[in-house]
């Protein structure tokens, strides 16, 4: 499916971004374009061959990827990848403007400069985000690692779990310019859970996380070296060590 998700379609997911608030701020975030992207690249100037895109989660900033050592990560690994970090903050979500800013102010322009690969790699909301912009463009992307993403309120997640999983579950007639959940949820069940997918998707999560039960039913149709599961909550460290877990299992490539 390629349809465009409809204004109606973010009522649930806006109500969510703005109750999970981790700072607890309540202040409307334009959408600004273009994007402002924080770029880590050799100490040289130079390029690499390839690119990371961290997409942030709500709490925190574009900046935590930093902070949480992610970047240092990826440099003491001496892996091939430069890597950004565009404030992907929940402004462009609700303008529906995420997927498009992205395209024009990341991806092609990367592209544009040779570059050979490009991974997505998102934090909670930024895991949604990553998912929309492969469902939408998967031509531009090799791979994603979602971690602990958002996945949809608890109505979507206990219909899928009482339906037996995602493969038993049917999404029944729906209009993928409303229920963005449902659209979401068909994908994953159709292609992304599809092991010769043209989009390698993993996925990492705690096992205390409160959005655990959506992160088990992905898992459930993922190739099993595609999840890391690990002790922890919804929290910056848990997610810190998801990173170094995948990138020790030398999936960055």
């Known amino acids: 499916m390629t349809a465009r998700i409809g ?72 892996l091939p990848f430069d890597m950004v970090a565009p404030n992907a903050h929940v402004g462009y979500y609700v303008a529906e403007s995420l997927v498009s800013r992205l395209k024009t102010d990341v991806i092609d322009p990367a592209k544009a400069q040779g570059c050979r690969r490009i991974w997505l790699v998102g934090a909670s909301m930024g895991g949604m985000g990553a998912l929309w912009y492969t469902r939408l463009h998967p031509e531009d992307i090799d791979g994603v690692y979602v971690i602990a993403p958002f996945l949809g309120d608890a109505e979507i997640i206990g219909e899928i779990a009482e339906a037996g999983g995602v493969r038993n579950w049917s999404p029944g007639p729906y209009d993928p310019s409303e229920d963005w959940e449902r659209l979401l949820w068909d994908w994953l069940k159709t292609d992304a859970g599809n092991p010769d997918a043209s989009v390698p998707l993993y996925l990492g999560y705690g096992k205390e996380d409160r959005f655990v039960e959506a992160h088990r039913l992905l898992a459930a149709i993922l190739p099993p070296e595609r999840v890391y599961a690990v002790d922890g909550g919804h929290d910056p460290e848990t997610m810190r060590r998801l990173w170094l877990r995948f990138l020790d299992d030398g999936r960055l490539r």
């Open 7 to 78: 204004k109606g379609a973010f009522t649930a997911m806006t109500v969510f971004l703005w109750t999970f608030w981790l700072t607890g701020c309540a202040y409307f975030l334009g959408a600004d374009a273009p994007l402002d992207v924080l770029r880590y690249g050799p100490d040289d100037g130079g390029r690499r061959p390839h690119l990371i895109v961290f997409l942030r989660g709500q709490g925190g900033s574009h900046r935590s990827f930093e902070k949480e050592g992610f970047v240092s990560a990826v440099r003491q690994r001496s």
